[in-house]
């Protein structure tokens, strides 16, 4: 890898995603510790060099060709809405060959949105767990049976190939690396100068054509509120529907509607978010931090964070802690 900033290679094809394309150079740049220098050096490139068309209405002049893959610690591939890569699963073989070459060498290759078609048909997702959006998970199943796809969330890092799905789970991911490479508190800083939440849970699941509630209807805000400012206390779903001054189930089936998750699942959501940034933001010990979360027990808090991160408390605050930033480098 480079010893100056990481050098991230986004590579464009015919009828690239105007967004997925922009992404990457926005939110990366705005990734700067407090000497505030750059982080990361991201470039864009197209086969030969050549200029593609973008869904958008413009053309993209590229600086680079292919070659520069060759140097990159990073490659990010976004989402194409037209092509060979979705019908038929397949990309041209000096593309093809130079995505793998730099996975071998050990870069990390990450797709955006329909970008996994681009990945799939270079062979780098086969045997693994991967993403798209949701609406083209279908073909994507047909074209590429070998691949585990996952419709149902916003990005998946699979050791050095991540995936994410349509167009905003881009930022997620590109935010989540950064906190990957230099921790929350640089994450953060980008995720505030981009004006967008610092994270959504990779396993967060994708909106997914909820049903638009009508707007006579009472909402649930109100409660879900009163819910965040008493994470601490036992909350009952009868308690909830008592704040909205709802029956049990109409609140149910307007909570859902609203949020596309039943109480249960959006209350563990919010205490395990809470748990997180207690653990990045505080030096409580872990037990503290379930008590003051609602878990009660540190088994549990353990269970939830292993469920929706992947890793214990303890190794998360390891990974996220500001005193680790510091030495950061």
Known sequence: MSSGPHRIAVLALDQVVGLDLGTPSQVFSTARGVDDQYRYDVRVCTPGGRPVRSTAGFQVLPDHGL???????????????????LTTGTIEPEVAEALRSAYERGARIMSICTGAFVLAAAGLLDGR???????????????????????????????????????????????????????????????????????????????IEQPVPRATDASTAAAREWARQRLHEPIALRDLAEQARMSVRTFTR??????????????????????????????????????????????????QLHQRIGVAPTTYRRTFHPREELTTP
């Open 67 to 85: 070659e520069l893959l060759d140097t990159a610690d990073t490659v990010i591939v976004p989402g194409i809405h037209d092509g060979a890569a």
């Open 254 to 303: 307007r909570f859902r509607l609203e949020t596309g998750l039943s109480p249960a699942q959006w209350l563990l959501r919010q205490r395990a978010d809470h748990a997180r940034l207690l653990l990045e933001t505080t030096d409580l010990t872990v037990d503290q931090i379930a008590r003051r979360c609602g878990f009660g027990t540190t088994a549990a808090l353990r269970q």
């Open 129 to 207: 767990r991967a993403t798209t959006h949701w609406a083209y998970a279908k073909p994507f199943r047909r074209l590429h049976p070998r691949v585990d796809l996952d419709p149902d969330v916003l990005f998946i890092v699979d050791d050095r190939v991540l995936t994410s799905a349509g167009v905003a789970a881009g930022i997620d991911l590109c935010l989540h690396v950064i906190r990957l490479d230099h921790g929350s508190e640089i994450a953060n800083r980008a995720a505030r100068r981009c004006v967008m939440p610092p994270w959504r849970d990779g396993g967060q699941a994708q909106y």
